[in-house]
């Protein structure tokens, strides 16, 4: 399992870090160490699974959110990235559903790749229960899925327009769902799953035990949760510091045409392990992986244009360590759940600050280190500002000296004097527009504008001569 962190490995961390007490502090800061999972009420035959998958002590939001889901409560959860949100619903859904209960539970995800992921990890939680996992999303064909679906799996994973075109299809009924869960809320809102969400629950008549879990929860998410819930229990873990205080951040100047010579030189002077490259366009993604490519660098793209089985190619090589560096899309933020990746690097700095820490927290998991690039042009200061306000820390500099940047392009320098020389016109024609209204001025105090230019040449002075004698 990926999201929910290993108490072992966050031992194992501070045993190679030079301060032993700081990784201590952060497993503290994320596990529940007074609590097992067989304190939280879960059935044995999930407590095995638990065990085998190398987990002894719940992370907070699991510690909270475990027990009241499992006594059929409605949940709103909150917590931060890399804190087990997955294992939190996926435990209670393990221990209530039972085989035999078809389509009895289903989980909405944001992202193909996080179904897959999702899906992974309960599986492998419940692998001594017996109960079946499907994962349905868009980009796979529906012929692949047809057949698991016929064979009536308890649990769905899936993504909001895949689930209703099968429901669409009679392939998915609603009316046996016992349990509907909603992963990454936030994310869904925010690339427009609003009307999915209230399409799909609201042809729920039976009401289904409902759990909602996300990083953040604005009025609006807390609005259409409780349109949905009754009586909900509301869960806001306050570990003390973000996940990314973990996350060594520093940001590195450099000028749009010399980004990728700048990626280049931290890939290659750096030599870091895994490392995932965040890019705003699919187009640009593919642009620096060619480029990577040409350059000798095992690197490997995902975006949303991508056919669903190369995208799967290339998650499955990244969870299997088989691939240094992958370039992604602002699509996978959310669903790159995957253990081992030591660096981040923003090669496009987000426009909103939200995304930024998602992007960093793929790395540092479970209270681990992990290092954190961002590349920033000269005009892009306020984006930085707004990304270290929300993460509450000032992110430091780096410069490397040994770094020599690249000729100014052709374009860009034709740019640069065009504009030098608008500017240069705009003071001549502002200075023109002056002179023009210093000599209106003086037209006006001045009748035919003479002004004079010095006192005049003889002046009255002592007395005054008159006609008296």
Known sequence: MTDAPRQGDVDATANDTPNDSSAGSAAEETFDTSQTFADLGLPKDVLDGITKSGFEHPTRIQAALIPPALAGRHVLGQAKTGTGKTAAFGLPILANVKPGDKFASLVLVPTRELAIQVAREIKDLGCDTRLRIVPVYGGQRITAQAPKLEKGPEIIVGTPGRVMDLHDRRMLPYNSIRMAVLDEVDRMLDIGFRDDIRKILGSMKQRPQTIFVSATISPEIEKLARSYMKDPEKIVTSEKSLTVARVKQSWLKVERWDKKRMLHHLLTHEEPALTVVFCRTKRTVDGVTEFLSRKGIDAHAIHGDMYQRKRNQVMDA???GSLGVLVASDLAARGL??????????????EDPEVYIHRIGRTARAGREGVAWTLVAPEQGPLLTACEMLANIEIPQSIYEDFKPGPVPADIRAERELADQRARDRESSQKRTEAKV?????????????????MPARRMQGKVRTRRR
């Open 318 to 320: 990244l969870r299997e």
């Open 337 to 350: 759940d995957v253990d081992g990746i030591s660096h981040v690097i923003n090669y496009d700095i987000p």
């Open 438 to 454: 210093i000599k209106a001025d003086d037209e006006a105090a001045f009748p035919g504008g003479l002004v004079p230019k010095a």
